[in-house]
C-alpha cells in the first residue's frame, strides 16, 4: 500500500523560511515525477514546483526565486526549501508522487497535506 506523508509546515512571520518534506513508501519500483501543490481557502489547487526523475525542476512564476524544490530518491523524499515567504503563500501544501509501475501506466497519488501560514 502506497503511503504519502508530508511534514514540516507551521506558522511563520513573513520574510522566514520553512522546509517541507514529503515521503513516500510502499513503492516497489521507483518514482517518475514528483511536485508540490498548494490550496489556499476558497481558491483551487495550484501546481508549485515539480521535479523529475531526471532532476528538472518549474516552479510557478509566483514563487521563483524564493522557493526550490530537491528529491532524495534512495530516502523516496520530496523537498521544499521555502524562503522569503510572504502571506499570500499561506495555504494547504500537498506532496503528489507519480509511481512508475514496470511495463503497466504509471499511477498517482496524493499527500494528506500539510499547513502553512504566513503573518504578517
Known amino acids: 500500500q502506497v503511503q504519502v506523508v508530508e511534514s514540516g509546515g507551521g506558522r511563520v512571520q513573513a520574510g522566514g523560511s520553512l522546509r517541507l518534506s514529503c515521503t513516500a513508501s510502499?513503492?516497489?519500483?521507483?518514482?517518475?515525477?514528483m511536485a508540490w501543490y498548494r490550496q489556499a481557502p476558497g481558491e483551487q489547487r495550484e501546481l508549485v514546483a515539480s521535479?523529475?526523475?531526471?532532476?528538472?525542476?518549474k516552479y510557478a512564476d509566483s514563487v521563483k526565486g524564493r522557493f526550490t524544490i530537491s528529491r532524495n530518491d534512495a530516502k523516496m523524499t520530496l523537498y521544499l526549501q521555502m524562503t522569503s515567504l510572504k502571506p499570500e503563500d499561506t495555504a494547504a501544501y500537498y506532496c503528489?508522487?507519480?509511481?512508475?509501475?514496470?511495463?503497466?501506466?504509471?499511477?498517482?497519488?496524493w499527500g494528506q497535506g500539510t499547513q502553512v501560514t504566513v503573518s504578517s
Open positions: 503528489n508522487v507519480d509511481r512508475a509501475r514496470g511495463v503497466l501506466p504509471s499511477d498517482n497519488y
Open positions: 510502499g513503492i516497489i519500483f521507483s518514482i517518475r515525477d
Open positions: 521535479i523529475s526523475s531526471s532532476g528538472s525542476t
